[in-house]
């Protein structure tokens, strides 16, 4: 398959990871993952702790194999980290080959903190010159973004780059944290005539989304159905089950089948984020499990159940 998607809230986890196969090149962009810390007052369940180190696994193949990565902005869910916490990608277990990968990025001007742009600078040492600032630019078959917002103008998140890449019979574009809440955002993506979109949609969960963000983001999302073939909706936006109610109703207002990371990938629609409270619910987890997990002393496949995923 030429895309592949690795992990997003659909399957599974917090991210946003995909491979991108052509003729010439095997492009991983944003190989990063998380399981969102705390969510409803809870740590990851341990089923959600197996399907993250699934993920991570895929990506590290997927990277072993790869000729170019991008970094589409520096937040713990979308790239390696040297001090990942127990459900993220750390550094220490990248494959010898990334070190000779060609990697795009933001600039750290660009960048929305200090803490960010650390992240940024420990990628670099790491890379050196293979890891290159990529915004509003173009290296054979790709093409960046200039700056776009994480979200709203002048969101405290700051800015992330989109990509493009032309696949030879048609265009991939990779929206990553856009949220569809800025105009502007939508119509750069269309200009660049995509076959087939991968986005962020919107954080349906967060209660200081406004009533006119909603509506903005609906209205964006039919802008790209009407414009694109292909277009799939993930991330923040499968972080609560509304966001497949949303989904469904986008596709049935459109006219046509919108589809979240899992649909994309012909498998189910596992928001274990989401879905976190029932977990524990269904399998109960010890007090201090994760304390033992995070000295090795517990094993989460024990806890593991597909069928009630």
Request: net charge neutral; with cysteine; proline share 6%.
């Amino acid at each position: 398959m030429p895309i592949e998607i690795i992990g997003a809230e659909s399957l599974g986890v917090r991210g946003l990871c995909c491979l991108v196969t052509t003729k010439t090149h095997r492009v991983v962009i944003d190989p990063g993952v998380a399981l969102g810390y705390f969510r409803h007052g809870l740590l990851p369940h341990p089923c959600q702790i197996v399907i993250g180190a699934r993920v991570r696994r895929r990506i590290i193949e997927a990277l072993s194999q790869a000729t170019d990565v991008i970094f589409s902005h520096m937040h713990g869910d979308h790239v390696p980290l040297i001090h990942a916490n127990p459900y993220q990608l750390s550094i220490q277990h990248l494959p010898a080959e990334f070190q000779n990968l060609s990697c795009w990025s933001l600039s750290p001007k660009n960048l929305s903190s200090p803490r960010m742009q650390q992240r940024y600078y420990d990628l670099k040492n790491l890379l050196g010159d293979n890891l290159q600032t990529a915004e509003n630019s173009s290296q054979a078959l790709l093409s960046f973004s200039q700056p776009v917002p994480h979200g709203i103008k002048n969101s405290p998140f700051g800015s992330v780059m989109m990509s493009r890449i032309d696949m030879g019979n048609k265009i991939f574009v990779h929206a990553s944290d856009i949220q569809l809440l800025d105009e502007e955002t939508i119509h750069y993506i269309i200009e660049w005539q995509p076959g087939i979109v991968f986005v962020a949609g919107p954080p349906l969960y967060l209660s200081v989304l406004t009533e006119y963000q909603r509506h903005l983001a609906w209205n964006n999302a039919l802008h790209l159905c009407k414009n694109i073939d292909v277009v799939i909706l993930d991330h923040h936006l499968m972080r609560s089950e509304s966001g497949l109610d949303w989904l469904d109703a986008l596709s049935k207002q459109s006219g046509k089948r919108i589809y979240c990371a899992a649909d994309f990938m012909n498998r189910p629609r596992w928001l274990l984020e989401a879905r976190r409270s029932q977990l524990y619910q269904k399998i109960p987890v010890p007090t201090g499990w994760h304390d033992e997990f995070a000295a090795h002393r517990a094993d989460p496949e024990e806890y593991f159940d597909a069928t009630l995923l």
